[in-house]
Nanobody
C-alpha cells in the first residue's frame, strides 16, 4: 500500500509559478512511476506529466516547456514545478503512483492522493 499526500496548491495570477509536492509513504517509493493528473470542474481527469523510477519524464503538449516534474527518492517526494501558469491550468491536481513503468492513462495507476487545488486568476 502507498499513501500519497499532495501540497503546494493555492491561488495565483496568470503568469505566476507554483510548486506542488506529493509525499509518499508505505512501500518502496523508488520502484514506482509517479504522475500528475489535474481535474477541472465539469471535466474529466487529464494527464499532464509523469516520471518513471529511472527518471524518464513525459509531458502533455499543454504543459510542455512550462511544467517540470521531478522526484527525490531519498525524501519519498515528487514535485511539479509549474511556471507561466494560465487560466486553463485551474484544477484539482492529484498525484498518482503505479509500480513499474506507467503511461498517460489514469487507469494505469493504483494509488491516488486527495488532490490540491490550483486556481489561476487573471
Amino acid at each position: 500500500q502507498v499513501q500519497l499526500v499532495e501540497s503546494g496548491g493555492g491561488l495565483v495570477q496568470a503568469g505566476d509559478s507554483l510548486r506542488l509536492s506529493c509525499a509518499a509513504s508505505g512501500r518502496a517509493f523508488n520502484g514506482y512511476s509517479m504522475g500528475w493528473f489535474p481535474q477541472a470542474p465539469g471535466k474529466e481527469r487529464e494527464f499532464v506529466a509523469n516520471i518513471w523510477s529511472s527518471g524518464i519524464t513525459y509531458y502533455s503538449d499543454a504543459v510542455k516547456g512550462r511544467f517540470t516534474i521531478s522526484r527525490d527518492n531519498a525524501k519519498n517526494t515528487m514535485y511539479l514545478q509549474m511556471n507561466s501558469l494560465k487560466l486553463e491550468d485551474t484544477a484539482v491536481y492529484s498525484c498518482a503512483a503505479g509500480l513499474g513503468p506507467r503511461g498517460i492513462h489514469a487507469y494505469e495507476y493504483n494509488y491516488w492522493g486527495q488532490g490540491t487545488q490550483v486556481t489561476v486568476s487573471s
